[in-house]
């Protein structure tokens, strides 16, 4: 059962009961749903953005798109992501 079907299943008739709501309309829709990874051993270990996103689609059941912040992936150049002692 996906995400959208459990919320009109479950959480729909829960929230009018709860809310005294004549109306399933009445209740609040989700819009967006936004996941976010932190990796901070991506720098120094090249699999962990690929693992990270196995594990993401595991969760969600979509294929995620990367967005790297800083620097450029493709010149191997951090871009200030790694502070050298």
């Given at each position: 059962?996906?995400?959208?079907?459990?919320?009109?299943?479950?959480?729909?008739?829960?929230?009018?009961?709860?809310?005294?709501?004549?109306?399933?309309?009445?209740?609040?829709?989700?819009?967006?749903?936004?996941?976010?990874?932190g990796l901070k051993d991506?720098?120094?270990?090249?699999?962990?953005?690929d693992a990270a996103l196995?594990?993401?689609?595991?969760?969600?059941?979509?294929?995620?798109?990367?967005?790297?912040?800083?620097?450029?992936?493709?010149?191997?150049?951090?871009g200030g992501r790694i502070?050298?002692?």
């Open positions: 059962m996906g995400i959208y079907a459990q919320y009109h299943q479950d959480v729909v008739p829960a929230w009018c009961k709860e809310h005294n709501f004549s109306s399933p309309l009445a209740v609040p829709r989700i819009v967006k749903v936004s996941l976010n990874m991506a720098p120094q270990n090249r699999s962990v953005p196995n594990e993401l689609s595991l969760i969600t059941g979509v294929n995620q798109r990367t967005k790297h912040t800083r620097g450029n992936p493709q010149k191997n150049d951090p502070q050298q002692e």
